[in-house]
């Protein structure tokens, strides 16, 4: 276990290490100065409104979790569901493990039911099904920027590009499938015995349900495309506020790319892929750098602002931190 912890705990540290060394070598290509003078130019009923777009954003997606947990808890109330997300918004920010906001979710809804896996397998519906939006924008955009020639993207680099958006929309699917829970259990069984494969089989069980639902999924799959068009203009009234000229035709086109790269496990948070993502992309269509760079950290501080209501729930609320802190 403690040799776990270390592997752990060392690929935490080679992740932050990657993603600082992204960030030092972008600030190392901009002028400082400039930087410096981009942000105190900004404009702040543009940025502002990027900060209530993104709020109202957390909220669809909170509404979006409670969809999918309805199925099978319908006892647990909206406003039980909003104060577990935004506490998870919040929490997620700043522990210092590589627990991400999900598994904070997964820990406070678990206390409301004898059954956790049922409404833990509604964090896992919920984040399959966005991420499949996700991979489905990445290819859209992935597609349309290499017929755009905005980037000389090779043959071989484009069809691997393109399966691994799909291996990644296929993956979750794969794993309900009889054969591979099958094959499953017998590594499992071999490596790690039967309890981690029945804890598996548990939880795909409880996702199984969902298919029965087939009219609400498609609803929870429409609200997620909205989260990544609404994560379009966020960015996009960021730039604006810093006077960007570009298009909201290339947000549209590069932004899903950049969230899935964002996503990617070789950074903590996406910290340094979004930033570099941003400059790569935008760069090529006529944007500053120092625009590049000013709109990426505006977005992040966004990100923080939006953890204020989390904060405040989680200081009035009955939020253990001794008892998570445990846990983690």
Request: proline residues 3%.
């Given at each position: 276990?403690?040799s776990?912890?270390?592997?752990?705990?060392?690929?935490?540290?080679?992740?932050l290490?990657?993603?600082?060394l992204?960030?030092?070598?972008l600030f190392?290509?901009v002028d400082?100065?400039h930087?410096?003078?981009?942000?105190?130019?900004?404009?702040p009923q543009?940025?502002?409104?990027?900060?209530?777009?993104?709020?109202?954003?957390?909220?669809?997606?909170?509404?979006?979790?409670?969809?999918?947990l309805?199925?099978?808890?319908?006892?647990?109330?909206?406003?039980?569901?909003?104060?577990?997300?935004?506490?998870?918004i919040?929490?997620?920010?700043?522990l210092?493990t590589?627990?991400?906001?999900?598994?904070?979710?997964?820990?406070?809804?678990?206390?409301?039911?004898?059954?956790?896996?049922?409404?833990?397998?509604?964090?896992?519906a919920?984040r399959?099904?966005?991420?499949?939006?996700?991979?489905?924008a990445?290819?859209a955009s992935f597609?349309?920027?290499?017929?755009?020639g905005?980037?000389?993207?090779g043959?071989?680099?484009?069809?691997?590009i393109v399966?691994?958006?799909?291996?990644?929309?296929?993956l979750?699917?794969?794993?309900?499938?009889?054969?591979?829970?099958?094959?499953?259990?017998?590594?499992?069984?071999?490596?790690?015995?039967?309890?981690?494969?029945?804890?598996l089989h548990?939880?795909?069980?409880?996702l199984v349900?969902?298919r029965?639902?087939?009219?609400?999924?498609?609803?929870?799959?429409?609200l997620a495309?909205?989260?990544?068009?609404?994560?379009?203009?966020?960015?996009?009234?960021?730039?604006?506020g810093f006077s960007?000229?570009?298009?909201?035709?290339?947000?549209?086109?590069?932004i899903?790319?950049?969230?899935?790269?964002?996503?990617?496990p070789?950074?903590?948070g996406g910290?340094?892929?979004?930033?570099?993502?941003?400059?790569?992309?935008?760069?090529?269509?006529?944007?500053?750098?120092?625009?590049?760079?000013?709109?990426?950290?505006a977005?992040?501080m966004?990100?923080?602002?939006c953890?204020?209501?989390?904060?405040?729930?989680y200081?009035?609320?009955?939020?253990?931190?001794?008892?998570?802190?445990?846990r983690?």
């Amino acid at each position: 276990m403690r040799s776990k912890n270390a592997r752990s705990s060392v690929f935490f540290y080679l992740r932050l290490a990657f993603g600082a060394l992204l960030l030092l070598l972008l600030f190392r290509l901009v002028d400082l100065e400039h930087l410096a003078l981009t942000l105190s130019a900004g404009k702040p009923q543009l940025v502002i409104a990027s900060l209530v777009v993104m709020l109202l954003n957390y909220c669809l997606k909170t509404y979006r979790w409670a969809l999918v947990l309805r199925v099978q808890r319908p006892d647990v109330s909206l406003s039980q569901v909003a104060k577990f997300n935004f506490v998870s918004i919040f929490l997620g920010n700043f522990l210092t493990t590589k627990l991400s906001s999900d598994i904070v979710r997964i820990y406070y809804i678990s206390r409301q039911t004898a059954d956790p896996g049922a409404a833990i397998s509604s964090i896992f519906a919920d984040r399959i099904i966005g991420n499949f939006a996700v991979a489905l924008a990445a290819i859209a955009s992935f597609l349309a920027l290499r017929q755009s020639g905005i980037f000389d993207i090779g043959s071989v680099l484009s069809y691997g590009i393109v399966a691994f958006l799909l291996l990644s929309i296929a993956l979750p699917l794969m794993v309900q499938h009889p054969a591979i829970i099958s094959w499953t259990k017998k590594v499992l069984n071999r490596f790690t015995g039967e309890k981690l494969f029945n804890l598996l089989h548990d939880m795909s069980r409880n996702l199984v349900l969902y298919r029965n639902h087939r009219a609400l999924m498609a609803h929870v799959l429409a609200l997620a495309f909205l989260n990544v068009v609404i994560v379009v203009f966020e960015f996009y009234f960021i730039a604006q506020g810093f006077s960007s000229q570009i298009s909201i035709g290339y947000f549209f086109l590069f932004i899903p790319l950049l969230i899935y790269l964002s996503m990617l496990p070789v950074s903590v948070g996406g910290i340094g892929l979004l930033e570099a993502g941003l400059v790569l992309f935008f760069s090529r269509v006529g944007m500053p750098l120092e625009t590049c760079l000013s709109t990426a950290l505006a977005f992040r501080m966004l990100q923080l602002g939006c953890a204020l209501p989390g904060a405040v729930i989680y200081q009035l609320g009955d939020f253990s931190s001794r008892e998570l802190s445990a846990r983690c």
